[in-house]
């Protein structure tokens, strides 16, 4: 099949927030970078941790989060297949307890209005990742919503096209 028209669309910058919010913009930018300290103090792999990104920022629709997720986790070790997969991780075999738990956790803060985290999705990371990991596990979600949500809104960063 042959498409009439297959040139890229582009989607426009609404808002150059790091432009109009820079003392905001470096102070996400900060508690990113506490987020990942704690991650690793707590031993939370690091491709876990870019799937735990990855998964928040494909609930929040947030393009350039996904695109910048998804190279990183395949950069520090984590197969296309299971990037490919994370969407619909309950229904695949790919991936651990402890992975499900925490996607698991993922998910119901990132729909923190839709679920209020139900008491077993939490025990279920801290029996995983204990009470530190889980922690910091937290810290990581609260950080890249925070990301998606200036990203969604303000479309502030584009993807660029990378050749196949």
Same mark, same amino acid.
């Given at each position: 099949?042959? =498409?009439?028209?297959?040139?890229?669309?582009?989607? #426009?910058? %609404? =808002?150059?927030?790091?432009?109009?919010?820079?003392?905001?913009?470096?102070?996400?930018?900060?508690?990113?970078?506490?987020?990942?300290?704690?991650?690793?103090?707590?031993?939370?792999?690091?491709?876990? %941790?870019?799937?735990?990104?990855?998964?928040?920022?494909?609930?929040?629709?947030?393009?350039?989060?996904?695109?910048?997720?998804?190279?990183? !986790?395949?950069?520090?070790?984590?197969?296309?297949?299971?990037?490919?997969?994370?969407?619909?991780?309950?229904? #695949?075999?790919?991936?651990?307890?402890?992975?499900?738990?925490?996607?698991?956790?993922?998910?119901?803060?990132?729909?923190?209005? $839709?679920?209020?985290?139900?008491?077993?999705? =939490?025990? $279920?990371?801290?029996?995983?990742?204990?009470?530190?990991?889980? !922690?910091?596990? =937290? #810290?990581?979600?609260?950080?890249?919503?925070?990301?998606?949500?200036?990203?969604?809104?303000?479309?502030?960063? #584009?993807?660029?096209?990378?050749?196949?």
């Amino acid at each position: 099949m042959t =498409l009439l028209n297959d040139s890229l669309v582009p989607v #426009s910058t %609404r =808002l150059d927030f790091d432009a109009l919010a820079p003392v905001f913009s470096r102070a996400v930018n900060q508690l990113d970078e506490a987020a990942t300290q704690q991650l690793e103090l707590a031993g939370i792999d690091e491709g876990l %941790r870019e799937l735990v990104r990855l998964r928040a920022s494909q609930i929040n629709g947030c393009a350039y989060c996904v695109d910048l997720h998804s190279r990183t !986790a395949r950069s520090v070790g984590v197969t296309a297949q299971r990037v490919d997969a994370l969407a619909v991780w309950r229904e #695949s075999g790919l991936f651990t307890a402890a992975q499900r738990a925490a996607f698991a956790l993922t998910e119901d803060v990132t729909r923190l209005s $839709e679920t209020h985290v139900p008491e077993g999705v =939490l025990a $279920e990371a801290v029996a995983a990742f204990g009470e530190e990991g889980v !922690a910091a596990l =937290l #810290s990581l979600i609260i950080a890249i919503n925070v990301w998606n949500a200036i990203g969604v809104t303000t479309r502030a960063w #584009s993807v660029a096209p990378r050749s196949a």
